[in-house]
């Protein structure tokens, strides 16, 4: 289920959006699934030359930083 969290501060500089999504593991029963998903996961946010980085941080100018993990061990 979805949920949310918001937390304001005036002494921010910098806010962050922090997404969360449920995903199969390893340890659960998707370890078929794991190298593709850590792959997706890199493809996404894995650095300067990810698809999320050269369209958020580059291209659009939104956003000084993107990046995305996948805890396939968990």
């Not at 995903?23 to 650095?47: H, I, M, W």
């Amino acid at each position: 289920s979805e949920r949310r969290v918001i937390l304001r501060d005036g002494r921010v500089e910098q806010p962050q959006l922090i997404l969360s999504f449920l995903a199969p593991t390893v340890k659960f029963g998707a370890r078929d699934n794991a190298l593709a998903l850590e792959l997706f996961s890199q493809y996404l946010g894995g650095g300067t030359t990810s698809v999320l980085y050269n369209k958020l941080v580059r291209e659009r100018k939104l956003a000084s930083s993107v990046s995305s993990g996948y805890g396939s061990l968990y």
